[in-house]
């Protein structure tokens, strides 16, 4: 099993920064990709955001190119996605995911999912 804690998310105003945390804990021999996706409204789906693998190739939403940036420390098993020039339309859940994840060199790969962090960012 694989446990994602997330942390960072809070109340800022557009304009603003904030740093998204997750780290992955438990039986972790390796996780193929770690990324970050969120739920905006219900009705509406959860989305991604931006995703990283191990190699660290990096992939972004359009609507966060340029302004959000994810990275990986493979180290401490922990991603980060660091939000600048925040808009009122990023107010959401932040979900961290593995993707991937393997207990073992041999272990099937599975997927993960943390509790979600808000961020809201006033106008």
């Known amino acids: 099993q694989v446990q994602l804690v997330e942390s960072g998310g809070g109340l800022v105003q557009a304009g603003g920064s904030l740093r998204l945390s997750c780290a992955a804990s438990?039986?972790?021999?390796?996780?193929?990709?770690m990324g970050w996706y969120r739920h905006q409204a219900p009705g509406k789906q959860r989305e991604l955001v931006a995703?990283?693998?191990?190699?660290?190739?990096?992939s972004y939403a359009d609507s966060v190119k340029g302004r959000f940036t994810i990275s990986r420390d493979n180290a401490k098993n922990t991603v980060y996605l660091q939000m600048n020039s925040l808009k009122p339309e990023d107010t959401a859940v932040y979900y961290c995911?593995?993707?991937?994840?393997?207990?073992?060199?041999?272990?099937?790969?599975?997927?993960?999912w943390g509790q979600g962090t808000q961020v809201t960012v006033s106008s």
């Open positions: 438990g039986s972790i021999f390796s996780i193929n990709a």
């Open positions: 995911n593995a993707a991937g994840a393997r207990a073992t060199m041999w272990g099937l790969p599975r997927d993960y």
């Open positions: 995703t990283i693998t191990s190699g660290g190739s990096t």
